[in-house]
């Protein structure tokens, strides 16, 4: 006999006109097993792709941030024009173009005799950067960039 395995039959003998060998139950068992394995998984890994996706877009928009604040702040301090404050608003405006973000705000704080030093911080609401839409919790905080520099040409006394 070429076939020296066992033979069984599903339910009763003769309900199948064919043959199985009695492991090939326990392959499809064991593939079932897995599939189901597979769809409890499934949600906790793309909780984590998804949170790794968030994370980096955060951080992108709050190195931008930074950015805008620090270039804004560069502007601010040159003793180029006597109103150099137009053009902090239109670069900070050009670095935070490529995110796609408009909800973010600028504040400065100019130079005085007293205290020379300009200060730029551009912040924007959390919930307008999340790619989630507030999955991963709602969050009711700024992200911001700030940066502070002396203003050229001061000397800093009163």
Known sequence: MKYRHRIKYFGRSGD??????AGALDGARAR???VVEFAVVL??????????????????????????????ARLAVL????????NVSARISQVMGP???TGYSVTM????????IETVEVSVPYDAVSLMGGFFG????????????????????G
Not at 43 to 72: K, N, S
């Open 79 to 86: 003793q180029t024009s006597a109103e150099p404050y137009a």
């Open 138 to 157: 709602t969050h009711n905080y700024d992200l911001a960039g700030s940066c502070s520099m002396r203003k050229e040409g001061s000397t800093g006394s």
């Open 43 to 72: 949600p906790l890994l793309l909780t984590i792709l998804f949170g790794i996706i968030e994370y980096g877009w955060v951080f992108m928009v709050r190195q931008t941030l930074q950015t805008a604040a620090r270039e804004g």
């Open 16 to 21: 199948l006109p064919y043959p199985m060998r």
């Open 32 to 34: 079932a097993a897995a």
């Open 109 to 116: 704080t100019h130079a005085t005799s007293v205290n020379p």
């Open 99 to 101: 995110t796609g973000l």
